[in-house]
């Protein structure tokens, strides 16, 4: 039997704290609304944003195996940083389970933590819905929620921008993936390189 959306509310608020309930929520409202104003599917956007987070509340150690043994490793970086997987191990266990089969919005999931080269327009909504969703407090959200809604492509590479600038910042380790995805939006883009 289909799943409603009512459904899967239930299932995530089951597997998530409030907090991050309240957050899928908001990433699956932002996502629809950056669909609706863009043309875009807005019952998959919704769907995929609720979805997103399902493994987040799994341990390092749970994602790690569970990525290893299903052999969804794509970088070592992973391996460092298991936190990482939590979006391939959703989209594993959300298939897995027969939750979700639409292929676009699994793959969606699995491309939301680090980006992805080959994103198409749901991985990249997702992305950035994640990114901008109303619970989202850091510096230069609100910078970046403006420039999403007056051109959401270009927020997709400031979301990017922001993520490798913080990591740099911090020092942390860059899953290849997120410098692969920036790069391919900027040339989809078409901005030219200073240099
Ligand atoms: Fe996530
Ligand atoms: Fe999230």
Not at 37 to 54: C, F, P, R, V
Request: hydrophobic share 40%; glycine share 6%.
């Amino acid at each position: 039997m289909a799943i409603d959306v009512e459904g899967y509310k239930i299932i995530m608020q089951k597997r998530l704290s409030p907090a991050r309930y309240v957050h899928s929520v908001g990433v699956a409202n932002t996502a629809a609304k950056l669909a609706g104003m863009n043309n875009l599917d807005i019952e998959k956007s919704y769907l995929a944003g609720l979805m997103h987070d399902y493994a987040r509340e799994m341990s390092g150690t749970e994602l790690l195996l569970l990525a290893q043994e299903n052999n969804l490793i794509t970088d070592h970086i992973e391996v460092i940083k298991p936190d990482l997987l939590h979006g391939t191990v959703g989209a594993f266990l959300l298939e897995q389970e027969g939750l979700i089969t639409d292929q676009q919005i699994l793959t969606a999931i699995r491309n939301h933590t680090t980006g992805h080269p080959e994103m198409d327009w749901l991985s990249k909504l997702i992305y950035i819905a994640d990114y901008i969703e109303p619970e989202r407090k850091f510096p230069g959200v609100d910078k970046l929620r403006t420039i999403t809604y007056q051109d959401w492509n270009l927020g997709v590479l400031a979301g990017l921008n922001h993520t490798l600038t913080y990591l740099l910042q911090k020092a942390a380790f860059i899953h290849p993936y997120s410098l692969m995805a920036r790069n391919r939006m900027l040339e989809e883009i078409g901005i030219k390189d200073c240099n």
